[in-house]
């Protein structure tokens, strides 16, 4: 039961190129960094991945996708990655944009054994009409768009309302970051680390949690876990003291003082 592995190369040693991969992380909250270096040491290409969005252009799955290692992203977000959008305009990568909330449901769906759903998002839009570019040639026209998908009506209610059918999403692996987790794998996120972190673990076939924090089974209130350890394969403990930078830095600026007569 202890599957704690020592270090990340040994995490990620198996995965052959053209594997698909769904990885954690809301912005740059719970980016499983060591991970997706190691992987890129590693050296895997053609990777297939499904994420929320592709990290920043030195950051996260960023550095993967600037390394030329990604064929296809399936994500709801492009952000703040410039490189993504130019491989994207450009013809080098393939994208399928997918609404958040379903991203979200199509992953978890997958380790439920739930092969399909379906859901009012995307209804009278090119989300469920299709159209929508998914790769360019290098001249900037589509050469392969999103297809339609099934719409049916179902009564909720007392109101017949349109449904469209969206697939899981199972990969081969999966890469998640979390604040805490034992040698058997039940994971604890912090805070937006758990908007993608178990429905991305529940997901992958092999799923790899890299933790801050590795305690002994027991340690875990069962009631505090996120994620159980059965969705969970490999352990690898990365410290506390890591990189965590902020994708868009704001600051509120302070009021200026007011004059004496103005009060």
């Known amino acids: 039961m202890d599957k704690t592995v020592s270090t990340a190369a040994e995490a990620v040693a198996d995965i052959s190129d053209g594997a698909s991969l769904a990885v954690s992380g809301f912005g740059l909250s719970g980016n499983p960094v060591q991970l997706i270096d190691a992987l890129l040491e590693q050296g895997a290409r053609r990777l297939s991945v499904v994420s929320n969005n592709c990290g920043t252009d030195d950051f996260g799955l960023g550095v993967l996708l600037r390394a030329g290692r990604i064929a296809k992203m399936t994500s709801s977000y492009v952000g703040e990655n410039r490189e ?15 609404p958040q909330g379903t991203l979200a449901e199509k992953l978890r769906a997958a380790g ?11 209804v009278g839009s ?5 159209g929508i570019p998914m790769r360019y040639d290098s001249t900037g026209e589509v050469a392969l768009a999103s297809s339609p998908k099934e719409v049916r009506s179902f009564d909720s209610l ?24 034992d040698r058997h794998g039940n994971l604890i996120f912090h805070k937006a680390a758990r908007q993608f972190g178990p429905p991305a673990a529940m997901a992958g076939k092999i799923c790899m949690a890299e933790v801050e924090e590795l305690v002994e089974p027991g340690e875990i209130d069962p009631d505090a876990v996120h994620l159980p350890g059965i969705y969970v394969h490999r352990v690898l403990e990365v410290g506390t003291q890591i990189d965590k930078p902020i994708e868009k830095r704001t600051v509120r600026v302070e009021d200026a003082p007011r004059a004496a007569d103005d009060r």
């Open 112 to 122: 439920a054994g739930i092969p399909a759903f379906y859901t009012r998002t995307g």
């Open 84 to 98: 993504f959008a130019r491989q994207y305009l450009e013809g080098e990568l393939e994208l399928e944009l997918v």
């Open 126 to 130: 090119p989300v469920a009409e299709g």
């Open 158 to 181: 007392g109101e017949p309302l349109d449904y469209a059918l969206e697939e899981s999403i199972a990969t081969d692996f999966a890469f998640v970051h979390a604040a805490r987790g």
